[in-house]
């Protein structure tokens, strides 16, 4: 299920780059539709966790929490000057709980903060997909490096440039999706950052790198970067260690399988 949403998302994000759009009425249409298709999937995907095992009443009510406390936390960087306070949170737990959780996390988490802060729109099914990712990423990190398990600083370091290599990609995937609308042909005039309805598939990934580079990399991905990195830096042991006693008592490990009470460490 996880692999079925992701392509479906990344043709979401994509399809301009292989199919003309020829004004911005198109993306009003689109972006409903995404969203209703998008929340069935992301049922099917709990239901599928839940019958296997992998996400019982326990694991459900901590991702209520932890929705609740990242909703809470975006508010407090509100994307000023690319300050996110919401990716550091999603990284760990998706590091401990796994891919699967972390999406769903990524999605929830989202979903509850747009509706906290009247931020439902267009973008928002778009935002919960991408940030669906951040979490399913983190989680598929590796455990073990020549054989020794990466704990301790080395696990921090590691999430520290996760949580910079996201922070530029996710910057970049959310500018693709509105991209074609705020610089197509229709807006008149040729220009160097313009989509070209329909053209070259290189033409319009270079047109679209210097759209990014200008108008988002500088600035907003990069205060994300930094944001990424100093909460991770200042709070990631000690959640990580609070995270994984949760994991512990709540019996249940990251792949998604219930431990039985008398072997957990």
Known sequence: MLSVVSVAGLAMFTWPLFLPVKDSTTMDATAPMIFIVLLPLLIVLVLAQMSDKGIDAKALALLGVLSAIIAVLRPLGAGTNGM???????ILAGRVFGPGFGFVLGCTSLFASALLTAGVGPWMPFQMLASA????GAGLLPDRLFGREIRGKIEVAM??????VVAYLFGAIMNLWFWPYVMGASQGGPSDLAYIPGGPLLENLKRFGW???????AVWDTGRAVTNSILLILVGRPVLLAL??????AAFD???EFLPANSLP
């Open 84 to 90: 996110e306070t919401v990716f550091f949170l999603l």
């Open 133 to 136: 990712w951040v979490g399913m």
């Open 159 to 164: 999430l520290v440039v996760y949580g910079i």
């Open 211 to 217: 759209f990014t580079l200008i108008t988002s990399t």
């Open 244 to 249: 994984r006693r949760t994991l512990r008592r």
């Open 254 to 256: 990251a792949h998604g």
